[in-house]
């Protein structure tokens, strides 16, 4: 069983900066996939980035959000740049192990229990 604790959310102004993070405990951290999707409300849950052997983002946030990895300290982060009020949602973090398309909510196993990020305008 995998647990992930998201954390970094917040408020910022339109054009700033925020770097979200996520430890995993349990499993072999080096061996999953990771994701992060949002939800904004009245929305469904979208993908916006994730990392295995390789990086894939939503066409939305491309240029602008970057997702990396620490094996070492068990965490994935989200750098979030150049926000935009479209970006505010609930952020989640999730983990796989299965195959199959990094954007593909369906084949993430482990779910965090989200992090709020507003962007005012």
């Known amino acids: 069983q995998v647990q992930l604790v998201e954390s970094g959310g917040g408020l910022v102004q339109a054009g700033g900066s925020l770097r979200l993070s996520c430890v995993a405990s349990g499993g072999t951290f080096s061996t999953y996939a990771l994701g992060w999707f949002r939800q904004a409300p009245g929305k469904e849950r979208e993908f916006v980035a994730g990392?295995?052997?390789?990086?894939d983002y939503a066409d939305s946030v491309k240029g602008r959000f970057t997702i990396s990895r620490d094996n070492g300290k068990n965490t994935v982060y989200l750098q979030m740049n150049s926000l935009k009020p479209e970006d505010t949602a609930v952020y989640y973090c999730?983990?796989?192990?299965?195959?199959?398309?990094?954007?593909?909510?369906?084949?993430?196993?482990?779910w965090g229990q989200g992090t709020q990020v507003t962007v005012s305008s």
């Open positions: 999730a983990a796989k192990s299965s195959g199959g398309p990094l954007g593909l909510r369906s084949t993430y196993a482990y």
């Open positions: 990392i295995s052997w390789r990086t």
